[in-house]
């Protein structure tokens, strides 16, 4: 048959058509979107300036649409390369080719292409060659016929000879080498003859797509996933993997952490995992597969000749031909799953991260808290500029805190510091009660620093800043460490714009980051990054390379082009001004021009986010209202006047409709908004520095750090962040963590459980729970005393160590505290 495939136009209609109806929207709305984004438009700049045509799709949606696109694009091309190899093999059909394009999943595609991949040498080719699929043909076709009785016409040597044969010939005979046998491999007996034959039928019952897909569901949903340890790891991953050494759960029900947990326990060979059914299901004879198989194909066991062999076919099938790749199917299945849902939570809280409340245009002083190589000390402007630096050595072995008190006083005396940043890693408590002193030192001298605030901020990545060539080349002559010192105080006034110099995945407030597609991950995560610096804007006389560089249609060397410009030419006093940077087009200009903020500039609208392509019709406002721009600029009776509907229709013409006006209206009304919220501070209790120090019971203030698919971590202030489970976040049913908390959020919590040993710390927020009295004594194995005097085991639960961007935790946290939802 002739292969017609579909048009380039055909596809791309299909592909929207689809998307459309997965998203319900109307498909030339995908359409726009997707016409926008071929053509070089970003996510950001469609869903801030081209609402007008894409009907209002917010950068959620055209996220999906991006992401969704990118998926059934390679499956198109897949579908083509698939249906050009069959028609090569002269083996397409029309039915085949119609079942290939209804196909809408890779899996599918993979499904019905398998009978037909090139592949290497099977024993059920070997079979065919020695010319045995007419006895497989008529066995299937017959039962009644005696399988031994047939077999015996297709022996094609004396058994004498084969005997007499080499080993060397025999392997000859089986590569279909023409020297012995002509080619033809033998058969010199009927055992041989029926294995010939059942490999040839369990070949092509194992490539049936129908099949497959039944069986796929039918173990997803009945099968159990179940692990155990590996010889010999037991007592070497004691720790980390111990829930494991017994487990099952339903596949389909193992949550995104727990399932990378295994997947991880297995990469490390301390625990093996097998899908399985119920003991009542595994025990049966046959097995429930190999009865689907047998059902599938018209096979049945009615007391007829070959009805045994041919069940000896299903059984084969099943036990060495689908069963171990099946399993590896619905394990990379859920492997997939849980590697997107974990992308998905580091990408939400990355976003808070990001969006979190900046202190604004202060003097700071940042702290890297040390013990035996001291406390590094750096002072920045209120514009991030580097200031000056110090070390000092308050904590063990020198304990010099009046020296390091001294030292701190003059710094924020000669400087007028208003904010101390300290980082949370080591010795971070420590460090905090020296500055608290500072505090009472300046308050009882009068000083003008007795204003002083002090803030604990996550140093998460500072790390990586510091050693990152950007840091060597903004600090050459600075020591490593110190540069983390800087960091510390630059992302107190403005996180989103410090953390954007660190690759999304040092930054650690993710679940097992370095376990996922790392593609995936750094495409979602700079996606994360992206929009959260276009949501704030950027304020070009003063941005950073790092952060330049992600705004809408700008690169890093754009980026670099424009700060290069802006030291030699002087700042930019307006938004035309971008257009005689080198390299920079009308294209980039279109995309980056409305998220770049001038302020004092020739132009006030330089100052909002309202795009240059929009000005004419801020000028045909101003001459409704015969007011210049300054007069209107955040004068709300003014803008009403605009507001009104007739005036709006009057002002809608082919280019701006209904939408651009109303979104011009609200962004003058309040110019350059930051969509971030006000600025708060957690405080940590006094003489709880250790997780020693915690008793249940105790309610504490502290920080949303990470949240995850089972709960939220706080960081207490004890160096060991707590684990409030999804079941204590809240006093109703929460499905998914991330609608009551997210990172950055400051949030009182009651300690429900302490484990020192194993560094486990379990919180509630439901402050009127009431924490075990006898939580606080285990066992040297982990175990708990309960209140009858038994032992209970203390399931382990994962964690994530503040001073490290390692991922979050080894096992699964939710199962630490199981009794939270035994009591909800």
């Known amino acids: 048959m002739d292969l017609n495939l579909p048009s380039a136009e055909q596809i791309a ?42 009907g209002g799709l917010d950068d959620t949606q055209l996220r999906n649409i991006e992401e969704r696109l990118l998926y059934l694009r390679e499956l198109e091309e897949r579908r083509v390369a698939i249906l050009k190899s069959i028609h090569e093999q002269g083996k397409l059909t029309d039915a085949l ?43 299937m076709a017959d039962p009644t016929l005696d399988p031994q009785v047939e077999a015996v016409k297709y022996i ?24 012995v046998n002509g080619g033809v491999p033998l058969v010199p007996d009927v055992k041989t003859a029926l294995d010939g034959a059942r490999d040839i039928l369990a070949e092509e019952f194992s490539e049936m797509a129908p099949l497959l897909a039944k069986l796929r569901d039918f173990l997803w949903s009945q099968g159990l996933m179940t692990s155990k340890v590996a010889d010999g790891k037991e007592m070497a991953e004691e720790e980390k993997f111990r829930d494991y050494y017994a487990y099952s759960e339903p596949v389909r029900l193992v949550p995104s952490h727990r399932a990378l947990a295994l997947f991880r326990g297995r990469q490390l060979g301390v625990l ?40 000896e076919v299903c059984r084969w099938t099943w036990r060495v031909k689908t069963s171990l790749s099946l399993e590896m199917a619905l394990f990379t299945q859920l492997r997939e799953a849980a590697e997107t849902e974990a992308i998905k939570v580091f990408a939400r809280n990355l976003h808070e991260l990001l969006l979190a409340a900046p202190a604004g245009p202060k003097v700071v002083m940042g702290v890297d808290p040390g013990i035996r190589t001291g406390c590094k000390v750096a002072v920045v402007d209120a514009t991030g500029k580097l200031l000056e630096t110090s070390t000092i050595y308050p904590h063990e072995p020198r304990k010099d805190w009046d020296g390091s008190l001294a030292v701190l006083g003059a710094l924020c005396v000669k400087h007028q510091v208003s904010l101390v940043a300290i980082g949370n890693g080591t010795a971070s408590r420590e460090t905090d009660r020296l500055v608290k002193d500072l505090m009472k030192l300046l308050s009882a001298k009068k000083s003008d620093q007795n204003t002083l605030q002090k803030i604990v901020v996550s ?53 097992y980051q370095h376990d996922v597609n790392q593609f995936q991950l750094s495409r979602t995560l700079d996606a994360v ?4 610096v276009n949501a704030v804007g950027v304020d070009l006389n003063t941005a950073s390379v790092p952060l330049l560089s992600k705004v809408s249609g700008l690169n890093a060397g754009l980026a670099r082009n424009i700060v290069a410009f802006r030291d030699s030419k002087g700042r930019f006093n307006n938004r035309e001004a971008l257009k005689e940077v080198p390299r920079l087009g009308d294209k980039a200009f279109e995309q980056a021009a409305g998220f770049l903020r001038i302020s004092g500039g020739d132009n006030p609208l330089d100052q909002s986010s309202v795009h240059p392509e929009s000005y004419p019709l801020v000028e045909k406002m101003l001459k409704q209202l015969g007011q210049p721009v300054t007069e209107v600029i955040g004068n709300k009776e003014l803008l009403k006047k605009v507001a009104a509907n007739d005036v709006i229709q ?37 003489g709880v520095e250790d997780i020693n120090q915690l008793i249940p019971g105790m309610i504490l203030e502290g920080v949303v750090t990470n949240v995850a698919a089972f709960g939220a971590f706080i960081d207490i202030g004890v160096h060991q962040d707590g684990l409030v489970h999804v079941s204590a976040l809240a006093d109703k049913f929460v499905k998914d963590p991330h609608e009551v908390v997210k990172a950055g959020q400051v949030v009182k919590v009651k300690v429900l459980e302490v484990d020192v040993k194993r560094r486990r710390i379990g919180l509630t927020m439901k402050l009127n729970d009431s924490a075990p009295s006898n939580t606080a004594v285990r066992s040297q194995a982990g175990e708990r005393v309960n209140n009858n005097g038994a032992k209970t085991s203390l399931k382990p639960s994962s964690q994530r160590q503040q001073t490290s961007s390692a991922p979050v935790g080894n096992t699964a946290f939710a199962e630490a505290f199981a009794k939270l939802k035994a009591k909800n």
């Open 13 to 54: 209609l299909r592909i929207n058509n689809q998307i459309a109806t997965e998203m319900k929207v109307r498909p030339q709305q995908i359409g726009v979107a997707v016409g926008l984004m071929d053509e070089g438009s970003t996510v950001p700049f469609i869903a801030r300036y081209r609402k007008e045509v894409t």
């Open 97 to 139: 080719m119609a079942s290939i394009g209804a196909a809408d999943t890779k899996q599918a595609l993979e499904d019905l292409y398998l009978p037909y991949k090139p592949r290497r040498r099977t024993k059920a080719m070997i079979a065919r060659e020695a010319g045995l699929e007419p006895l497989a043909r008529a066995l």
């Open 650 to 686: 009057k002002l809608v013409d082919d280019k701006f409709g209904v939408v651009t006006i109303k979104d011009i209206l609200i962004e003058l009304e309040k110019p350059g908004r930051d969509p971030r919220p006000e600025f708060k501070t957690a405080t940590f209790e006094d």
């Open 459 to 511: 140093e998460a990545g500072a790390s990586v800043y510091s050693a990152s060539e950007l840091a060597a080349l903004e600090f050459p002559e600075l020591d490593v460490s110190l540069r983390g010192a800087v960091s510390i105080a630059r992302r107190l006034q403005d996180p989103l714009a410090e953390l954007v110099k660190i690759e999304p995945k040092a930054i650690g407030v993710g679940q």
């Open 529 to 532: 990054v992206e929009d959260c």
């Open 156 to 179: 094609n040597i004396d058994p004498a000879a084969y005997v007499a044969l080499s080993a060397e010939d025999i392997k000859k005979s089986q590569a279909g080498d023409e020297s």
């Open 272 to 311: 093996q995992l097998k899908l399985s059914l119920e003991e009542s299901q595994e025990a049966l004879v046959p097995h429930p597969c190999e009865v689907m198989i047998a059902k599938h194909v018209g096979i049945e066991s009615l007391g007829r000749s070959a009805d045994k062999w041919l069940a």
